[in-house]
């Protein structure tokens, strides 16, 4: 069983014609990390997709890579594929690291999955509705399924704009 950890230096490619030097240099242009950057990729068959990234330098060291060692944005994957609702959008609010991860499909399309600098909850709602408008999706419609911390008067707030809120572990 794997040990999932946050990192939000990600991306999705398509699974077919990925190879590891050019998913390397598409990391490294994207969040401008050095060449050096130890780059790791998970098959995403769910979404026929690789997730390719690596972890984030804390205090001025990084996360040592370990085999069971998962980015949680994986998990997050696999659970919304498993999403019966047709909209389906996990809401991921980290507080301390000042981190949302959204990820988001329509029925069985991926249409994003991606994390964002968050000051506060308001910050995260913001993108979801964001995201959401984008995409062309009725938050009414929509059941959120959120992972972190939050007070009551965050979820009642977010509760005003969309269908549902599963709070998940």
Known sequence: MADYSPTSLFTLVPAEGSHKMSLQQILAE????????????????????TLVYCWEREHNQALSPMASLKPTVLKHLKSLSKIKEHNKLILDFDISRKKTT??????????????????????????????????????????????????????KRLGEYVKEIKICL
């Open 102 to 155: 959204l990820l988001l499909a329509e029925g069985e399309k991926l249409i994003l999955a991606n994390s964002y600098h968050t000051v506060d909850f308001g910050s995260a709602i913001y993108y979801m509705l964001e995201l959401l408008r984008k995409s062309q999706l009725n938050p009414q419609q929509t059941t959120v399924n959120l992972y972190g911390k939050t007070t009551d008067e965050e979820l």
């Open 30 to 49: 994207l969040f401008n990390l050095p060449q050096e950057t130890e780059v790791f990729t998970e098959e995403v068959p769910e979404y026929n997709a």
